[in-house]
């Protein structure tokens, strides 16, 4: 049974065409209310999607400095930024407090508190971020943060909109 | 049960392939992860750090999900070779404990086989995993969602729960209700005001076997909750109550009691540009719900009962996590985040943003009783005994371009006598109220715009336990590929053994793909995320660790 499974997965895994529309999973926006995932790309630009927590250090840095760099991003792409927390119910409240207090203006927030979103886009360990295109596909991701990282997603970014 | 599995990995086969015809004309996609931790266990007598017989924990995960429209598949398969110190040793195996198929609309979500999931904040129903934490509590049965009016939410599911390669024994079966009122009446939805209401209802059924007591074999609990938004202004709340469950794993006098259990909590929040404020009171008694009564540790947990303190995760400042007590307790936490403007007296240049963030609980005021409820609980009242304390300010500072600064003061109080951290071989408790003041600096310089070097300090100074901690970190990254760390705790204060803990950590990662090499000691701790922790026992030698999302 485990062997023929195996050997369907193996002919799969060689034989797809790679290419998907964006799962669809239940979050929440700052408000609690309930929103698809896929809803998240209707608009006509890019997204960087990057999943964070309050709790997060190197999450917490990115987001910094995605909120200082996003508008002019923005404004030579149109690129979208949407962060995704992970917290979970012990500190799902403290999310909209700490985004305001820390005066980040310039970024889309939802919920993702039992991680279905997270799981979906098989993120391993926080922070991870991806750059999709309007049809949700993935251009590129990148795994933890560390400081001038910014640099190489403004360089892909620039890259697709070429 | 065999027969089931079968069907449904046959099921899986038939969809796989049907799939594969057909992706190579339209459109499929499959994803995945891969995660590997590894270390090679090294004797190191003076931390105490034994190896085990296998001489080398290696845990390793991969997912793999195929969506195609509205249908999405996926399987996990795990490898414990052995499980790393600190897993449970009921690990040690290799299979495909996660596998489901799921068919998702905009309406009607339903998926067979394994399902994560959770209901308001948990406290009935919580479904999750935490791989850094070996917790796994997946449900493998069926769920339904269905969204049959604007603002309407159902969900309802059956399943037995995981436990390591297998099921527990009980049968759990839940209902829940979202109701979005400014949507669903439309003569609301332009209200500045918006109002969430919520209910659920979860029962489990386990056969009792006891010789001795007449135990309820069906158990339900209720929950319902609330969230009121006035623009800035949030507040939520939920309240559970669970049926008379008698079970063995409460304090010794008050197992197999037939008291109901029950739990409130409520948050409130404020914010606008450059402030925050977050204020929760939580109150819990006889919550703790298992699927098979006799379980312990994290094994087979229906509910989740979330933490009201700050989870703290510099190494020092997690060194007396606080977790949930499930049997009883009374906590209340407020946190006020405040940014001062740039070109200001305390801004300066880049702003400046200050957390000031306080949390304490205590036990309930119980009585013991002559019946078979064994005690009864004061509502209002708040036990004698202090828990925990934590008061913790933060700092946060951007000086420049190239300098950047994060200062942390912490004064914890940690009952162990109560919360058993940390424990001699017996089992008892080697020192009561533990008193302690922490500080951090985290300061990160700019060499280039892709080269930053971090220097972490810190300092716990405590007259109990093992006295007085200090450490340092310092790091060097390379964007967007390259680091390396080095790193030394030295309990300076411990009369007995002043000894350092040193490692030096070294990763490459290009895209989603990250692998971490590093060599030295690690202490003895605790590894908590939300309300559950782990004991991670003293170990020395070389690990290693690759994850790759594709």
Same mark, same amino acid.
């Given at each position: ?58 999450? *917490? ?24 927390? +992970?917290?979970?119910? /012990? ?10 207090? /820390? ?15 997270? /799981?979906?886009?098989? +993120? ?39 | ?18 799939? *594969? ?69 009921? =690990? ?90 400014? %949507? ?17 209802? +979860? ?35 939920? =309240? ?44 819990? %008694? ?21 933490? *009201? ?12 996590? =606080? ?173 007995? %053994? ?53």
């Amino acid at each position: 049974m485990k062997k023929l499974l195996f050997v369907t997965l193996a002919f799969m895994l060689t034989n797809i065409i790679w290419a998907q529309d964006i799962p669809s999973v239940q979050i929440k926006d700052l408000n609690n209310k309930n929103i698809l995932s896929k809803d998240l790309f209707k608009g006509e630009n890019m997204v960087i999607l990057s999943f964070w927590a309050t709790w997060c250090k190197p999450c *917490i840095k990115e987001l910094d400095a995605y909120n200082e760099n996003i508008e002019e991003w923005a404004e030579e792409t149109g690129v979208e930024l949407i962060a995704i927390s +992970v917290d979970n119910t /012990r500190s799902m409240s403290r999310v909209a407090p700490f985004v305001n207090g /820390r005066g980040w203006e310039n970024i889309q927030f939802y919920l993702d508190p039992n991680e279905d979103f997270k /799981r979906a886009m098989n +993120v391993v360990n926080i922070p991870h971020t991806l750059l999709l295109d309007r049809e949700g596909n993935i251009l590129w991701q990148h795994n933890s943060y560390t400081e001038g990282d910014e640099y190489e997603l403004y360089d892909v970014i620039k890259e697709q909109t070429k | 049960m065999a027969t089931i599995k079968n069907l449904l990995g046959l099921g899986f086969v038939i969809l796989f392939s049907c799939s *594969i015809s057909k992706a190579q004309n339209n459109e499929g996609q499959v994803h995945g992860n891969v995660q590997i931790d590894a270390q090679v266990y090294k004797t190191d007598s003076i931390i105490g750090a034994e190896v085990p017989p296998s001489r080398m924990g290696f845990n390793s995960y991969a997912n793999l999900n195929y969506t195609k429209g509205n249908f999405t598949a996926g399987l996990r398969y795990e490898g414990y070779m052995n499980a790393m110190l600190g897993y449970d040793e009921e =690990y040690n195996d290799v299979g495909i404990p996660i596998r489901y198929i799921s068919y998702r609309s905009d309406e009607l979500e339903i998926t067979v086989g394994s399902f994560y999931d959770q209901f308001g904040n948990g406290l009935i129903f919580r479904s999750y995993e935490d791989k850094s934490l070996g917790y796994d509590n997946a449900m493998d049965g069926i769920k339904i969602k269905f969204n049959p009016y604007k603002g309407v939410y159902l969900k309802g599911f059956t399943g037995k729960q995981r436990k390591y390669f297998d099921l527990g024994p009980g049968i759990i079966r839940g209902i829940d209700g979202e109701f979005l009122i400014n %949507d669903i009446f439309e003569s609301m939805s332009a209200l500045k005001s918006q109002v969430i209401l919520g209910g659920s209802f +979860v029962s489990k059924y386990q056969k009792d076997e006891n010789p001795v007591y007449n135990l309820p074999e069906n158990v339900g609990a209720f929950s319902s909750r609330f969230t009121f938004i006035n623009g800035g202004f949030n507040l939520n709340g939920e =309240y559970a109550y669970k049926y008379p469950d008698p079970h063995p794993d409460v304090i010794d006098q008050y197992n197999y009691n037939t008291k109901f259990g029950d739990v409130i909590l409520v948050n409130a929040t404020y914010s606008r540009k450059g402030l925050g404020v977050f204020l929760s009171v939580k109150r819990v %008694d006889n919550m703790s719900y298992r699927s098979d009564r006799n379980a312990t540790l994290n094994n087979l947990n229906i509910n989740f009962i979330p933490s *009201i303190t700050k989870n703290h995760t510099y190494a020092l400042a997690a060194m007396y996590p =606080y977790v949930t007590q499930p049997n009883g307790e009374l906590g209340l936490q407020g946190e006020v985040i405040y940014n001062f403007k740039k070109e200001t007296f305390l801004g300066g240049k880049y702003g400046t943003n200050l957390t000031v963030n306080f949390s304490q609980v205590n036990s309930l005021k119980t009585t013991p009783t002559a019946n078979y409820e064994k005690y009864e609980s004061e509502y209002l009242a708040i036990g004698d005994e202090l828990y925990y304390r934590d008061l913790n300010v933060k700092v946060h500072k951007k000086i420049n371009n190239k300098w950047k600064v994060d200062l942390n003061y912490l004064n914890l109080k940690f009952n162990n006598n109560i919360l058993k951290l940390i424990l001699d071989e017996s089992g008892s408790s080697t020192f009561g109220m533990l008193d302690a003041n922490i500080l951090v600096a985290d300061v990160s310089y700019k060499i280039k715009s892709r080269q930053t070097l971090r220097l972490e300090l810190q300092g716990l100074f405590t007259e109990q336990d093992k006295g007085d901690w200090a450490s340092g970190l310092l790091e060097y990254t390379l964007a967007p590929k390259w680091f390396l760390a080095f790193s030394d705790q030295y309990n300076y204060g411990n009369e007995n %053994d002043k000894v350092h803990y040193f490692n030096i950590a070294a990763g490459y990662k290009k895209k989603a793909n990250r692998i971490q090499i590093g060599y030295g000691r690690q202490r003895e701790g605790v590894v908590c995320i939300g309300g559950v922790c782990r004991n991670v026992p003293a170990s020395s030698g070389f690990n290693i660790s690759i994850t790759s999302s594709f």
